[in-house]
T-cell receptor, first 111, second 112 residues
């Protein structure tokens, strides 16, 4: 099992460009999450999906959209990237909504 | 929103020493989780606590769910160089099922 996979691993965008971060899990988990991690800070929840077909806002949803494409895949879209969105983005999944399993992260720089 | 205060922010210790870190909250949580993040990687779950007063071990790691449900503690015994990393606590309550609140992390450095 690959666990949680994320693509791309690194990305540089110019202000105003758009992009989609991809996440997939092969553990048959119901819940999936997107977080951002800024230097010296913990993880802040952007959006989550408790089950296929549902999505909810987290702590910092502004500037992002998500799609729960199927049970395996949960994508995060930046429609118009801003320098404040420079961060490391982590996707996670959970079988129960409690313990979470994280992917390796996408390092995004917006210039 | 809910906030967790995690301390200390960083620790520099000698190999072989024991380590203690904790998380406190102004809110009650029903579940406490501890994760470790190695440089350049995603966090990995170390210990999950589901009941107030619960004490759980995982090898050299021991974590406790505070009796007030507003705090949790993680101890590492006989530290080794591979313990280096950032340790995060996370709390969940029943009103926000699925939404974990994370502390800002404790960065651990172990000197050989």
């Amino acid at each position: 099992n690959a666990g949680v996979t994320q693509t791309p691993k690194f990305q540089v965008l110019k202000t105003g460009q758009s992009m989609t971060l991809q996440c997939a899990q092969d553990m048959n988990h119901n819940s999936m999450y997107w977080y951002r991690q800024d230097p010296g800070m913990g993880l802040r929840l952007i959006y989550y999906s408790a089950s296929e077909g549902t999505t909810d806002k987290g702590e910092v949803p502004n500037g992002y959209n998500v799609s729960r494409l199927n049970k395996r895949e949960f994508s995060l879209r930046l429609e118009s990237a801003a320098p404040s969105q420079t961060s490391v983005y982590f996707c996670a999944s959970s079988p129960t909504g409690f313990e979470q399993y994280f992917g390796p992260g996408t390092r995004l720089t917006v210039t | 929103g809910q906030q967790l205060n995690q301390s200390p922010q960083s620790m520099f210790i000698q190999e072989g020493e024991d380590v203690s870190m904790n998380c406190t909250s102004s809110s009650i949580f029903n579940t406490w989780l501890w994760y470790k993040q190695d440089p350049g990687e995603g966090p990995v779950l170390l210990i999950a606590l589901y009941k107030a007063g619960e004490l759980t071990s995982n090898g050299r790691l021991t974590a406790q769910f505070g009796i007030t449900r507003k705090d949790s503690f993680l101890n590492i015994s006989a530290s080794i160089p591979s313990d280096v990393g950032i340790y995060f606590c996370a709390g969940l309550d029943n009103t926000n099922a699925g939404k974990s609140t994370f502390g800002d992390g404790t960065t651990l450095t172990v000197k050989p």
